[in-house]
């Protein structure tokens, strides 16, 4: 025997409210009381309703929900894997952004090998019904020219917006952070700091150049030493720099290699904050559960990957805008027992 197809009407029924509200529900509108909300989405998931894009769209005055698409890509680019906590705290804010919005994320992540990296944009640009992509992280040129020609609305988040037109963008502040974490370390009196940060090319590691170049003075010396992509090889590293006789007082990177340079200084007997005073950067879940704490450089994660969502929706409720939209997540200092010093102050702008 066949089976009836569910219908708005049924849902309505068992939910105890208007055909109207389920509609309401099924777009994300936000004027329906929460315990409405669960009761109607109860109601579909028991009766098994799956509702129509097409007649979603039909009965929708908004532009995002009128296109009927509901789904977008959410793209991390390569080297992300050296940061697992910052992004994933990203794609929190997305789904919970998205969400709000009635949309959906399609995860991906490139890979090292640029083949399959084509393959899998292939597969995610196949999908006919893209409203847009997300991109986090570090991608190339060619990588992101790709994906403009296959979907209209791109927002690039974390990292520096393309120099070409009609991209959106929501960057972190990291130069602005790294001058911020320099300049606290600077004031509690380190003059030899370290820096250990990902490849020269990444956008990440231009900034804490950048920084560090701004800083370093005469009576400052700053190092910046590239190519780290694991806490371990962090670990490694310090334990090598030190038992060459090349030590310092201060350093400075990502929170993730922090905790391995850490890690090393303890196994030498080097005392933190006392001999060594260490800031972060991202200020990631365990910055504050290490021993010593962390001091570290915080962005707002979620309120990086939520302002993405936005910037694409409104991308897409606005096509014929023609100026890019551009947002900066600002960071904040987190003082914790690593660096033992007093509130900071906000940073002075780039010398030189």
């Known amino acids: 025997m066949k089976k009836q197809k569910v219908s708005i009407a049924h849902v309505a029924k068992k939910a105890g409210v208007s055909s109207m509200t389920v509609s309401r529900v099924i777009r994300g509108e936000p004027f329906v009381r929460e315990e409405t909300r669960q009761r109607v989405v109860a109601s579909m998931k028991e009766l098994g309703y799956i509702p129509s894009a097409a007649a979603q769209s039909l009965r929708s005055h ?4 009128a296109s009927g698409t509901r789904l977008f890509a959410l793209i991390f680019g390569s080297g992300t894997e050296s940061s697992v ?24 992540t490139m890979q090292e090998n640029p083949e399959a990296s084509w393959l899998r944009l292939q597969t995610i640009f196949s999908v006919s019904s893209l409203c847009g992509a997300l991109l986090a992280g570090q991608f190339s040129a060619e990588d ?7 979907v209209k609305n791109v927002v690039v988040l974390d990292g520096p917006s393309p120099k070409d037109n009609g991209f959106g963008s929501v960057e972190s502040g990291n130069l602005e952070g790294s001058l911020l974490a320099l300049d606290y370390l600077i004031g509690l009196g380190c003059r030899r700091i370290l820096v250990i940060t990902v490849e020269r090319e990444h956008y990440f590691a231009q900034a804490m150049a950048l ?20 806490s371990l090889e962090a670990h490694e590293l310090v334990l090598k720099l ?3 006789g090349k030590h310092y007082d201060g350093l400075f990177s990502t929170d993730d290699f922090a905790i ?17 005073k260490i800031v972060g950067f991202d200020d990631i879940m365990y910055s504050s559960l290490t021993v010593p704490s962390l001091t570290s450089i915080r962005i707002d994660k979620y309120l990086l990957g939520a302002e993405a ?38 940073p002075g702008p780039p010398q030189g």
């Open 211 to 230: 920084a560090a170049g701004s800083r370093r003075s005469a009576d400052c010396t700053i190092e910046v030493l590239y190519d780290c992509f694991k």
């Open 309 to 346: 969502v936005r910037t694409l929706v409104a991308m897409t409720r606005s096509p014929d805008k023609s100026i890019d939209m551009k947002k900066v997540i600002r960071p904040s200092l987190i003082v914790r027992e690593s660096t033992g010093g007093p509130t900071p102050l906000q």
């Open 85 to 108: 906590s910052f992004f994933h705290d990203i794609a929190r804010g997305v789904e919970e952004a998205a969400s709000e919005f009635g949309l959906c994320p399609l995860h991906v």
């Open 144 to 150: 992101i020219r790709f994906i403009r020609e296959n």
């Open 62 to 65: 908004d532009r995002l929900r």
């Open 260 to 276: 391995g340079a850490m890690k090393a200084l303890q196994e030498l007997k080097v005392t933190v904050p006392g001999e060594v």
């Open 242 to 244: 030190w038992k060459s």
